[in-house]
C-alpha cells in the first residue's frame, strides 16, 4: 500500500509539471498579429505627399510617344472626372514621370534649340513637321495637332491645372554627357543648363523609376505609357 501510495503521489506530481509546462509553451499562448509592413519615408519624397487631391494618379512614360500619349490620358481623365464625378482640378494630384526616352521633354524649347540634334539622335525622334531634329520641346507646341499624340495639349496646359512632373535625374547625367561629348562641352556644365531650364512643377528624382516606386508606396495609382 505505502508503495502505490508513493507512485501515485510521483504520476500526480509528473502529470502537473506536465500541465505546467504545456500551459507556458508558446502553442498554448493568444497568436500575435504579425507586424504590417510599411515603407520607409525619405524626404526626397516629400513633395509627392504635398499635392493636395482626393484621388493620386502617376503616368509613368520611357520613350518620346509615350510623353505625348501621357499628356493625352492626363487629359481625358480630368475631363471624365468632371463630367462623370463633378471633380475639379484640384481634385487630384497627377504626376506625370519623365523618365528614358522621354526625359528630354522636361527641357524648355531653348535647350531644344541647342542641343537638338544629339538629343534626337539618340532619343530616335525628329520633328514631324520637318523630319529633322526637333529645335523646340514639341509638347509645348499646339501647332502639331494629330501629329503627335498629345494631339495639340500642350505641358504648360497641365501644368496650369496642377500636374507635376517627376524628372530622371540619371538620365539628365545621361544626356548632358552624351551632349557634351557630341558637341565638345563640360558634361556638368550641360547638366546645369538643362536642370535650369525645365519645365514648371519639375522635380528631379534620383531616378525615374525609384519615382515609380515611391509613388506607388504613396498610395498612387499606375498608368504606363509604352
Known amino acids: 500500500m505505502s508503495d502505490r501510495r508513493n507512485f501515485l503521489t510521483r504520476f500526480s506530481a509528473a502529470v502537473g509539471a506536465f500541465g505546467a509546462a504545456m500551459a507556458a509553451s508558446p502553442a498554448s499562448l493568444p497568436a500575435q498579429e504579425p507586424r504590417r509592413w510599411t515603407p520607409e519615408r525619405?524626404?526626397?519624397?516629400?513633395?509627392?505627399?504635398?499635392?493636395?487631391?482626393?484621388?493620386?494618379?502617376?503616368?509613368?512614360?520611357?520613350?518620346?510617344?509615350?510623353?505625348?500619349?501621357?499628356?493625352?490620358?492626363?487629359?481625358?481623365?480630368?475631363?471624365?472626372?468632371?463630367?462623370?464625378?463633378?471633380?475639379?482640378?484640384?481634385?487630384?494630384?497627377?504626376?506625370?514621370?519623365?523618365?528614358?526616352?522621354?526625359?528630354?521633354?522636361?527641357?524648355?524649347?531653348?535647350?531644344?534649340?541647342?542641343?537638338?540634334?544629339?538629343?534626337s539622335e539618340r532619343i530616335k525622334f525628329v520633328d514631324p513637321k520637318t523630319n529633322e531634329p526637333p529645335k523646340i520641346n514639341v509638347y509645348q507646341s499646339t501647332?502639331?495637332?494629330?501629329?503627335?499624340?498629345?494631339?495639340?495639349?500642350?505641358?504648360?496646359?497641365?501644368?496650369?491645372?496642377?500636374?507635376?512632373?517627376?524628372?530622371?535625374?540619371?538620365?539628365?547625367?545621361?544626356?548632358?554627357?552624351?551632349?557634351?561629348?557630341?558637341?565638345?562641352?563640360?558634361?556638368?556644365?550641360?547638366?546645369?543648363?538643362?536642370?535650369?531650364n525645365s519645365i514648371a512643377n519639375a522635380h528631379y528624382m534620383a531616378a525615374g523609376i525609384v519615382a515609380v516606386n515611391r509613388a506607388q508606396e504613396k498610395g498612387y495609382a499606375l498608368a504606363w505609357m509604352a
Not at 502639331?144 to 500642350?154: A, E, F, I, S
Request: glycine residues 6%; hydrophobic residues 40%.
Open 42 to 119: 525619405h524626404p526626397q519624397d516629400d513633395w509627392l505627399d504635398a499635392l493636395p487631391g482626393k484621388h493620386r494618379f502617376f503616368f509613368d512614360s520611357t520613350t518620346a510617344n509615350g510623353a505625348g500619349d501621357a499628356i493625352t490620358f492626363t487629359t481625358n481623365y480630368l475631363t471624365a472626372n468632371r463630367s462623370g464625378y463633378n471633380l475639379t482640378d484640384a481634385d487630384h494630384a497627377i504626376v506625370i514621370c519623365l523618365r528614358h526616352w522621354s526625359t528630354p521633354f522636361a527641357w524648355n524649347d531653348a535647350m531644344w534649340a541647342k542641343y537638338g540634334a544629339p538629343i
Open 143 to 196: 501647332a502639331y495637332g494629330m501629329q503627335l499624340p498629345n494631339r495639340g495639349t500642350t505641358l504648360d496646359a497641365l501644368i496650369k491645372r496642377g500636374v507635376h512632373f517627376a524628372v530622371c535625374d540619371m538620365a539628365t547625367r545621361a544626356y548632358s554627357g552624351l551632349i557634351a561629348s557630341a558637341l565638345k562641352l563640360q558634361a556638368n556644365d550641360v547638366y546645369e543648363d538643362v536642370k535650369a
